[in-house]
């Protein structure tokens, strides 16, 4: 195990980075880049158990967990030293804020990877899913298809993510996978951790770095993230749960009693629970239609 200790006025932050076997492909796993998404840093934890107990068959594979350890010491998503959001800053700046620097050293430490699998959490209500920018790369694609959860969704292409930069800047095959959280603060989904794991174990065996044949179906392809809002504030009670189809103007729930339309046909990926939405903030369900 090596440890990468980043320093910033007088402060410091270790990250630790475990790597198992050697040569190529070089398969790279982080989490934890958002302090409180616990179930990816439960994943990445997992697969360092993995390899350290059945080394690679092919290749090299290396996983830094727990990439941002001040904000999970905070349990919050930004690093508590500069407030920056380490998933918008990456190349990131070895003489920047603490953020910056942390980013740099991930980014150094995954230069040589093929491909970078980022895992992070999407929150208690949703459903699992792979983000991507499949559609600018035939490697990303590739490797998506290859990690057999059930929903791979196309991303916004937000620059300054690690896995955006990583495809865009050094031409890696790299991509997020979202995981829902645990019920509260530092709760781990464990099933969901589980149905990561044996997904990306089925990646890892589909290119020859652990032995055995695949066992799961590749993912559905999906365009971007959509929401729908609720027209105003109000108690919303849903009538549709995670994982169902909607057709257009299908009631979805409702605000003090009046009914609330899906704006289109969709796959529901995550509901508000039966809640007092507040002014500004009437997100009430996101959702996903087949790739154009
Ligand atoms: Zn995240």
Request: proline residues 7%; aromatic residues 6%; contains cysteine.
């Amino acid at each position: 195990m090596k440890e990468i200790t980043v320093t910033e006025c007088g402060v410091s932050a270790t990250i630790e980075r475990h790597t198992f076997g050697s040569g190529s492909p070089h398969i790279f796993f982080t989490g934890g880049v958002h302090g409180n998404e616990v179930t990816g840093i439960w994943v990445a934890r997992r697969l360092a158990d993995f390899f350290a107990a059945n080394p690679p068959v092919k290749g090299t594979v290396s996983v830094m967990p727990q990439v941002n350890p001040a904000a999970a010491r905070c349990m919050q998503r930004r690093n508590p030293f500069d407030g920056s959001d380490l998933n918008r800053i990456f190349p990131g700046d070895p003489d920047g804020t603490m953020g910056q620097r942390l980013a740099d050293a991930v980014w150094c430490e995954t230069a040589d990877a093929d491909i970078l699998v980022d895992l992070h959490c999407c929150g208690q209500h949703g459903l699992p899913y792979i983000l991507s920018i499949y559609g600018e790369s035939r490697e990303v694609r590739e490797l998506v298809r290859q990690i057999t959860l059930p929903t791979a969704i196309h991303s916004e292409g937000t620059s300054g993510q690690l896995f955006t930069e990583a495809v865009r800047r050094r031409r890696q095959a790299a991509c997020i996978i979202e995981l829902p959280s645990g019920v509260c603060g530092g709760a781990v989904n464990v099933q969901v951790g589980e149905q990561c794991l044996a997904a990306l174990l089925d990646m890892l065996r589909a290119r020859g770095v652990v032995s055995g044949a695949v066992e799961g179906d590749e993912p559905a392809f999906y365009g971007r993230l959509l929401d729908a809002e609720a027209p105003r504030a109000g108690l919303w009670s849903p009538a549709v749960r995670k994982g169902e189809s909607v057709s257009a103007g299908q009631v979805i729930g409702t605000v003090d009693g009046e009914p609330v339309a899906a704006p289109a046909e969709g796959f529901v990926m995550s509901v508000m629970p039966c809640a007092y939405l507040m002014p500004g903030d009437t997100w009430v369900m996101t959702y996903i239609q087949p790739e154009a």
